[in-house]
């Protein structure tokens, strides 16, 4: 299997599958071809085990080490897409390119160095949640994720927190991005 099959597999349509767009890795498939697609059920087992074990982890004494270990998860993520090299030192222009592909909002209070990351209503994009049964505890892999993203993009440290998310019962997910003090 090659890098560009590897990302579609591991990354599917969500966050990744945005990177992957950047990259110019995604490719168009047309609406009757997807309908004749049959359904994988090893994905949908996945997706069923993956939910499993988040909700074992966030009912375990060891939910804090697990937590760290889903947003090391979504920085290897972040890193796969690359696509937040694309866009070092560029904000602005990661801000429109994840606005054109994803309806992704952003707010950036360059005084506050505080980004509000809002994403569009619908299912999440994670291409491993089964929306059913994956507990919002999961949505620590998408704060490592943006942890990753916007420190490469600042060149700088930075703070995530989840706000909202699908998986809490929200109809979006929304992540405040704080930029320490320390400049590029």
Same mark, same amino acid.
């Given at each position: 299997?090659?890098?560009?099959?590897?990302?579609?597999?591991?990354?599917?349509? $969500?966050?990744?599958?945005?990177?992957?767009?950047?990259?110019?890795? %995604?490719?168009?498939?047309?609406?009757?071809?997807?309908?004749?697609?049959?359904?994988?059920?090893?994905?949908?087992?996945?997706?069923?085990?993956?939910?499993?074990?988040?909700?074992?982890?966030?009912?375990?004494?060891?939910?804090?080490?697990?937590?760290?270990?889903?947003?090391?998860?979504?920085?290897?993520?972040?890193?796969?897409?690359?696509?937040?090299?694309?866009?070092? $030192?560029?904000?602005?222009?990661?801000?429109?390119?994840?606005?054109?592909?994803?309806?992704?909002?952003? %707010?950036?209070?360059?005084?506050?160095?505080?980004?509000?990351?809002?994403?569009?209503?619908?299912?999440? %994009?994670?291409?491993?949640?089964? %929306?059913?049964?994956?507990?919002?505890?999961?949505?620590?892999?998408?704060?490592?994720?943006?942890?990753?993203?916007?420190?490469?993009?600042? $060149?700088?440290?930075?703070?995530?927190?989840?706000?909202?998310?699908?998986?809490?019962?929200?109809?979006?997910?929304?992540?405040?991005?704080?930029?320490?003090?320390?400049?590029?």
């Amino acid at each position: 299997m090659d890098r560009k099959e590897f990302l579609k597999s591991a990354c599917g349509l $969500g966050a990744c599958g945005c990177a992957l767009h950047f990259l110019g890795v %995604s490719e168009p498939v047309h609406a009757a071809a997807r309908a004749a697609e049959v359904p994988d059920q090893r994905l949908a087992f996945a997706r069923y085990q993956i939910a499993k074990m988040a909700g074992f982890m966030a009912a375990g004494t060891a939910a804090p080490a697990c937590a760290e270990v889903l947003q090391q998860t979504g920085r290897e993520c972040a890193r796969l897409g690359q696509i937040d090299v694309k866009f070092k $030192g560029d904000p602005d222009g990661y801000f429109a390119a994840a606005r054109k592909a994803w309806g992704t909002d952003f %707010s950036w209070n360059k005084e506050k160095g505080i980004v509000t990351v809002t994403v569009a209503e619908g299912e999440c %994009s994670c291409p491993m949640v089964d %929306s059913r049964r994956t507990p919002a505890f999961f949505c620590n892999c998408s704060v490592g994720y943006q942890k990753e993203a916007f420190e490469t993009i600042f $060149g700088r440290p930075v703070q995530v927190s989840l706000k909202a998310s699908k998986l809490g019962g929200s109809k979006v997910c929304v992540f405040q991005v704080t930029l320490s003090q320390a400049s590029a």
